[in-house]
């Protein structure tokens, strides 16, 4: 299994404009997360997905924030328009039941000029 | 609400030397916990969870962590650190209860361990 795979790596985008990142979970997760993490903030969780459902999106900072999971192997959170603030790194992470472990991607760092 | 404490930022310990990264938490239910271990710009590796059973766990790279339900503690240790362990790790609490809410992941805020040569 090639694990979570998340897209693009690094993208350095000007303010304003909108900003795209894909998350591909492992095969027969049935759940998604979307982490953001910043050195002040640490570790937040945006939102998450069961089933490709949104359960919780009470993470997500502001309305400029979305997210989609139009299946069970695919996700995109979107930020438009950017801000520099929003500069973070970005991890999707899914997993299968409850007891089981988060498997995280490499992240999306994002920077916002 | 469920919360996780990782009081120290950071650690430092001579390599060779006992390592203890400590973790206190908070949740309604009974609790399933987790360490994670972050190298600089990568994700999050798994080391080792706690669900039920025996109150010491046994994970990757040696590690291993003792459950405490009185002192609502998860600590990490080993017994003999070394510089390749250097790295961020972060505690998590799941509530084990049943329920879409059950699938999130609270996590702390990190420690920097740092293993002096």
């Known amino acids: 299994d090639a694990g979570v795979i998340q897209s693009p790596r690094h993208e350095v985008t000007e303010m304003g404009q909108e900003v795209t990142l894909r998350c591909k979970p492992i095969s027969g997760h049935n759940s998604l997360f979307w982490y953001r993490q910043t050195m002040m903030r640490g570790l937040e969780l945006l939102i998450y997905f069961n089933n490709n459902v949104p359960i919780d999106d009470s993470g997500m900072p502001e309305d400029r924030f979305s997210a989609k999971m139009p299946n069970a192997s695919f996700s995109t959170l979107k930020i438009q328009p950017s801000e520099p603030r929003d500069s973070a790194v970005y991890f999707c992470?899914?997993?299968?039941?409850?007891?089981?472990?988060?498997?995280f991607g490499s992240g999306t760092r994002l920077t916002v000029v | 609400a469920q919360s996780v404490a990782q009081p120290e930022d950071q650690v430092n310990v001579a390599e060779g030397n006992p390592l203890t990264v400590k973790c206190t938490y908070s949740?309604?239910?009974?609790?399933?916990l987790f360490w994670y271990v972050q190298y600089p710009n990568r994700g999050l590796q798994f080391l080792l969870k706690?669900?039920?059973?025996?109150?010491l766990v046994k994970g990757s790279y040696g590690f291993e962590a003792e459950f405490n339900k009185s002192q609502t503690s998860f600590h990490l240790k080993k017994p003999s650190a070394l510089v390749s362990d250097s790295a961020l790790y972060f505690c998590a609490v799941r509530d084990g209860g049943s329920g879409a809410g059950s699938y999130q992941l609270t996590f702390g805020k990190g420690t920097k361990l740092s293993v002096i040569p």
């Open positions: 949740v309604s239910g009974n609790p399933y």
């Open positions: 992470a899914s997993s299968l039941v409850p007891a089981s472990s988060y498997t």
């Open positions: 706690y669900i039920t059973g025996d109150n």
